[in-house]
């Protein structure tokens, strides 16, 4: 398995911005999927980003526009810069590997233990 360390959550005004960041330790990522997922409390965990081996990505609609995947695969590491924050983006944000971009989406197959999450706070 990979350790998976999320990072970059923080408090944000309403229309601020964040980045965040997935950091892949264990072994290297650079073959699989990777993606963002977020939840909120008493809700079940939901799919947001997307990013194939190669750097094609797929989002969320809510997010779509405002929200920017990538991966730095020298690094092991996956990011998630978000702009235009709103208050529903209001989550603890975690990041998982899968076999394809697809298992992201769907949230099956997914590689790993999660991790602790990075809380994002939105104030309006």
């Known amino acids: 398995q990979v350790q998976l360390v999320e990072s970059g959550g923080g408090l944000v005004q309403a229309g601020g911005s964040l980045r965040l960041s997935c950091e892949c330790s264990?072994?290297?990522?650079?073959?699989?999927?990777m993606g963002w997922f977020r939840q909120a409390p008493g809700k079940e965990r939901e799919f947001v980003a997307a990013?194939?081996?190669?750097?094609?990505?797929n989002y969320k609609d809510p997010v779509k526009g405002r929200c920017t995947i990538s991966r730095d695969n020298a690094k092991n590491t996956m990011y998630l810069q978000m702009n235009s924050l709103k208050p529903e983006d209001w989550d603890v944000y975690y990041c998982?590997?899968?076999?394809?971009?697809?298992?992201?989406?769907?949230?099956?197959?997914?590689?790993?233990?999660w991790g602790q999450g990075t809380q994002v706070t939105v104030s309006s």
């Open positions: 990013i194939s081996f190669s750097g094609n990505a």
């Open positions: 998982n590997t899968a076999t394809s971009p697809r298992d992201i989406v769907t949230m099956s197959g997914l590689l790993n233990s």
């Open positions: 264990g072994r290297t990522v650079n073959a699989y999927a």
